[in-house]
């Protein structure tokens, strides 16, 4: 992308070099991870239409308290498409068999899933039991709760570079970032990079009651943290709080003031202390 700098190129593939890439079995191919650090296991699941990059302002300052273990999701990045019909279940198992391969045997793990990877993630926490001992629901639907619409664009045909970039500029105002002036060269590259890798349509489950039907199946404490102005929440912020206490009446719910859907890179230097907080409250 000439449109995007050099620098904002090399920031990514920088901190993706600082990674250990590894591959699990998915479909007819692989599920891509990324690890960074050492410490207790915390898995990052990231949103629909995106991949690893989702936690590009998170991966570092949390790997050194634990070992950050990130995927590209199913059908997602640069992981392999997963046979049909794609249920959260489905995919939630491919996600579980490629963490037995990545921590063998590892109780003790810690799960936090933002949008969509939350939603699959309380299938991975459901479907693993006592082997996951926290996890956190970062701005995620699927609860059956009253979902706000998003104005979002497609990108047209045969669209430049430019246009390209518009309508990820746009896209990230109306369903990722609540300011305006967050909305970054780096998000840009971000959206405009993974949005047309996404061979998983991620709405449907969303939409429906999906995660609601998993969390009271889950034996790790759950957790919340969502930013004030989640485009696909506000202002029913109280309602998602009310259903995790449904499930787990001490279940924390954190809210970040000011930041939107994408809260944990919009706000990031409050995002990341208060994740690591809620893992391990001792330290």
Partial sequence: MALIS??????VEGIAAEAQRLGTPCGNGQMIWRLWGNGPPLVLLHGGYGSWTHWIRNVLPLCRTFTVAVPDLPGLGESATPPEPHTAEGLARIIVEGLEIIFPKHTGLHI??????????GHVAAQLGDRVCTFTIVGSNGLGLVRQPTNLRRVPDGASEAETLAVARHNLGALMIADPAKIDELAAYIQAHNAPRGRVKSRGFSR??????????????????WGERDATAYPY???????????????RFEVIPGAGHWVQYEAAHRFNPLLAKIIRPEE
């Fill in 112 to 121: 936090a899933g933002f949008s969509f990877g939350g939603v699959l993630g």
């Fill in 208 to 225: 429906a009651a999906t995660l609601a039907h998993a969390l009271p199946l889950v034996k790790a404490r759950i957790d919340g943290i």
């Fill in 237 to 251: 912020l109280e309602e998602r709080a009310r259903a995790l206490r449904s499930v787990q009446p001490g279940a």
């Fill in 6 to 11: 050099v620098e904002t190129v090399s920031f």
